[in-house]
């Protein structure tokens, strides 16, 4: 078996090969190719034990631009040809430099890859996606597997497209797309960790008065997901939801990590101190954010605020009937590794 991941150095990819062994169960994989950035690629021996001396050898790291399919081409030097293709697909972008770069990569990107590796021996193709080409909740119902897309903004509009373009392809048997929603855990990147930081010192706001609820994932518990995927043989369906339950309140979260934060001693700041943005902010902001991309302007933080005080909340229902073996791990104790990892 040949396996590729791409965007294997990003925060998913990178939780991905922590769990290799769970990856390689029950499959005699000749080759593993990671796709990826070359600033801040990890050491396979970061995720290879001593025994498996012989997987990490024909383990490859390859520096692709996926925007480009030539490049691709770049992959058959280290394919068993004899042997079928299976790809969990995380590469995306979603705070670009260049507006453009939500078309090229998470589009386009997408596009490049799929039809790569259907000209070969293709025989699973996960694709990570997300809840932005959803929007918004309407009258408290939750994203499901047949939610219809209402995409905010161009990264919205760019996954929205990828979804299509691999849910018209013909061969439906070898596609499978896990939504999810906004990512927490361990080896986060700075984004995520200036959101934490925030939130303790108390300078990270919420729309009064936070009651809207929000779906997240362990990032951890999102590689499983991907993995299981991945390796099952008996799957009902292409599209899964994948997200921690309960879904939670915008404030209840922000509560949970200043509690994590008192716990381990590092007294975050009151609730009384908590920065209140009035309701309808978000909704002035989502707006914003949406005029500006029209004129190729991308602001992260307006961005942010457009989402801060809206309901993006989902039901995964379907992943955990079918993955009951799949424990999650509890929102308490992530928290607590995830603020250990800021101090």
């Known amino acids: 078996m040949n396996i590729i991941i791409t965007g294997s150095n990003g925060w998913l990819g990178s939780s991905i090969l922590k769990n290799i062994n769970f990856l390689l169960k029950g499959e005699n994989y000749t080759r593993i190719i990671l796709l990826g950035q070359k600033d801040g690629f990890f050491e396979t021996d970061d995720f290879f034990g001593k025994d498996q001396q012989k997987l990490k050898e024909n383990c490859f790291k390859l520096f692709i631009n996926i925007q480009n399919f030539e490049e691709l ?10 042997l079928p293709i299976k790809v969990i697909h995380t590469a995306a972008i979603i705070h670009p430099n260049k507006i453009k770069d939500f078309i090229r990569i998470n589009f386009q990107g997408t596009k490049n890859i799929y039809r790569y590796c259907e000209s070969r021996k293709l025989e699973k193709f996960v694709y990570v996606s997300s809840n932005s080409p959803f929007g918004f909740n309407l009258n408290n119902v939750a994203f499901n ?37 906004w990512f927490h855990g361990v080896g986060m990147p700075n984004r995520q960790k200036k959101f934490l930081k925030n939130v303790v010192k108390g300078f990270f706001p919420i729309v009064h008065p936070g009651a809207n609820k929000r779906s997240i994932i362990n990032v951890n518990d999102l590689s499983l997901a991907c993995i299981n995927i991945l390796n099952s043989r008996k799957l009902s369906s292409n599209i899964y939801w ?12 922000l509560n949970k990590i200043k509690n994590a934060a008192t716990r381990l001693s590092l007294k975050p700041v009151n609730n009384l101190m908590q920065i209140k943005l009035p309701p309808g902010t978000s909704f002035l902001f989502s707006r914003l954010d949406i005029f500006l991309q029209r004129f190729g302007i991308y602001s992260m933080y307006i961005h942010i605020l457009g989402e801060l005080g809206m309901d993006i909340f989902a039901n ?13 791990k509890t929102l308490d104790e992530s928290l607590e590794d995830e603020v250990r990892e800021i101090c």
């Open 73 to 82: 081409l770049q992959i058959d030097d280290f394919l068993n040809r004899k």
């Open 145 to 181: 597997e047949d939610s219809k897309y209402k995409p905010v903004g161009l990264y919205g509009y760019s996954k929205m497209m990828a979804e299509k373009f691999l849910l018209n392809q013909q061969n439906q048997e070898v596609i499978k797309i896990i939504r999810a929603p």
């Open 242 to 253: 994948v997200c921690d339950e309960p879904t939670i309140t915008m404030k209840q979260y």
């Open 316 to 328: 995964s229902k379907k992943y955990r009937d079918e993955f009951p073996e799949h424990i999650f």
